[in-house]
């Protein structure tokens, strides 16, 4: 049992019940984001005309597989929450709000699995 | 309950342009607003963007075959279009999101920093653009 009284529970959480918690995380992965995308987008541009054994080679690197394994928990989540809010200010209907967030939530997740999933496998793989 | 004689006709709340509608014939433009839209497009763009990535780097756990698959569409003339264009949507984001960032410490609230700050913003994304493209094929 909570020996929180019902009125120090609810406040401070607002409207969407989840307090700051959404927002923060957003701010959070976009912090986060900014070093790591800022590498991301220079090493694709750098290595998107890389042949087969180069681009292998290059995932393959611990420091390289790392931070592209970084950016990727950073850029799905912060995607996550970021589609979520353009959901919820632009869908009225309830039903078609929760459907869309979930499928969106787990889209984001099967995404970043097999995009993790690629990488460690390079990564631990032989070249 | 008395009527409420200040308030507007249903005929007159009808023909009353609301928010999305007021763009084009009622609504002037302003750097602000428009910034503004561009970070929600631009955002769900790279979110639409996360794909191509998921893909590329499957293609390349997949092997030799699916990497060159991938390859050839991505070095493509509308795959290179799409290439560059996705890599200012991020840094524009980027640079916008900074800005947010900024803001929800507290600072650069006035009209003045506002707008500067939208004009910094557009410059540097496109200059880091650009930087981004030229270094890379410099190295
Ligand atoms: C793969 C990279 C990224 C993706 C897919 C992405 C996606 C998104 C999306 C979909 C939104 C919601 C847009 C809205 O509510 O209007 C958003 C918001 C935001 N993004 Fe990103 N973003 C990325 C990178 C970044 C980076 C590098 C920053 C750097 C600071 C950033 C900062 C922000 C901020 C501050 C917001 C909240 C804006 C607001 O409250 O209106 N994002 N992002």
Partial sequence: MSLR?????????????????????????????????LWFVFSIA??????????????????????????????????????????????????LKIGGIALVKLAHFALAAASIYAVLKIAFGAL | MAENTTAPKSAQIAAR???????????????????????????????????????????????AWSYAQFATVARSIPGEVLLFAWSWALLYHLCNGIRHLVWDSGFAFEIKHVYLGGYLVVAISLVLTAAVWAVAFAV
Avoid: C
């Fill in chain 1, 5 to 37: 009284s019902p009125l120090s529970e609810a406040r401070g959480l607002g409207s969407a019940k989840d307090g700051v918690g959404h927002w923060w995380m957003q701010r959070l992965s976009a912090l986060a984001l900014i070093p790591l995308s």
């Fill in chain 1, 46 to 95: 750098r290595y998107h005309v890389a042949d087969y054994p180069t681009m292998l080679a290059w995932i393959h690197a611990p420091l390289v597989a790392v931070a592209l394994v970084l950016f990727f928990l950073a850029a799905f989540y912060h995607s996550a929450l970021g589609v979520q809010v353009v959901i919820e200010d632009y869908i009225g209907n309830e039903a």
């Fill in chain 2, 17 to 63: 342009p609301l928010s999305p509608f007021m763009l084009g014939p009622y609504y002037k433009f302003q750097l602000t607003s428009v910034l503004s839209f561009a970070h929600r497009i631009s955002g769900l763009a790279l979110s639409l963007g996360t794909v191509l990535i998921a893909i590329w780097v499957l293609s390349a756990a997949n092997g």
